[in-house]
């Protein structure tokens, strides 16, 4: 069963999984709220309804382990958090060492570097989010 863990399932995520969802026989997706994920585990994404974690504090829930132990694929789609990847920070262990994992996308958004008032922006420019995380 080809399995896809998507850490971060809003909406950039969201559109990612509704083109290339179909791929993946195992959509699992993680939220920070329970209402949330009550919502998102109802969505038919892909043609089927994620599997639903809460993940967000300072551990990472076992069941979210196991999951990336089975991904064949990993989409982080989480915020930053105090300037750092909190997937990475948590996770980074059970990535690396993820047997079946073929591919990881990281999607983020330009919201980070904030107003550039129509500058060039690429990786090299020092983030300045407009709003601090939700």
């Given at each position: ?48 309804a994620p599997e639903m974690l809460l993940f967000g504090g300072a551990l ?36 690396a060492l993820a047997p079946r994992l073929k591919s ?31």
């Open positions: 069963m080809t399995t896809l863990v998507c850490i971060g399932l809003g909406y950039c995520a969201r559109h990612y999984l509704r083109e290339f969802g179909a791929r993946f026989e195992r959509i699992v997706g993680t939220t920070r709220s329970a209402e949330q994920a009550a919502m998102l585990g109802q969505e038919r994404l892909a043609g089927r990472a829930p076992r069941e979210l382990k196991v999951a990336i132990s089975d991904a064949d694929a990993l989409l982080v789609s989480a915020a930053p958090a105090e300037g750092r990847d909190p997937v990475l920070a948590m996770l980074g262990d059970e990535i990881l996308v990281y999607l983020s958004t330009l919201g980070v570097y904030g107003d550039s008032g129509g500058a060039w922006i690429d990786e090299t420019v020092r983030t300045l989010p407009a709003f601090a995380r939700r």
